[in-house]
């Protein structure tokens, strides 16, 4: 039983950078792995970064590798992205997600594999 809280996001120009953040209330997150999602209106929900329960492995889709970046602080029990040279299919809602998974490598693409969402987080990118 976990809540997860989310902040960060908002409205930027192609090529600038934001980072979204999700923290645990309640419950620590260090034996899990977590993912991101993001999600448009009409579109289906897309996987976007994966980071295992220490922080030391992570996956990428091919449309963020390279300038998306996941990490995670477990002493604060927080999992972040950071998000740059955002382009205009950037924009969405961005949700981080627990992985029900218990293995060591990142939280995967499938969305199946996640037990606990956060709320969202609007990012916004104009051309």
């Known amino acids: 039983q976990v809540q997860l809280v989310q902040s960060g996001g908002g409205l930027v120009q192609a090529g600038g950078s934001l980072s979204v953040s999700c923290a645990a209330s309640g419950r620590t997150l260090a034996n899990y792995a977590m993912g991101w999602f993001r999600q448009t209106p009409g579109k289906e929900r897309e996987f976007v970064a994966g980071?295992?329960?220490?922080?030391?492995?992570?996956l990428y889709s091919d449309s963020v590798k390279g300038r998306f970046v996941a990490s995670r602080d477990i002493p604060k029990n927080t999992v972040y992205l950071q998000m740059n040279r955002l382009k205009s299919e950037d924009t969405g809602v961005y949700y981080c997600?627990?992985?029900?998974?218990?293995?060591?490598?990142?939280?995967?693409?499938?969305?199946?594999?996640?037990?606990?969402w956060g709320p969202g987080t609007q990012v916004t990118v104009s051309s």
């Open positions: 997600a627990r992985s029900r998974v218990l293995s060591p490598a990142p939280g995967g693409s499938d969305a199946a594999d996640y037990d606990s």
């Open positions: 980071i295992n329960w220490s922080g030391s492995a992570t």
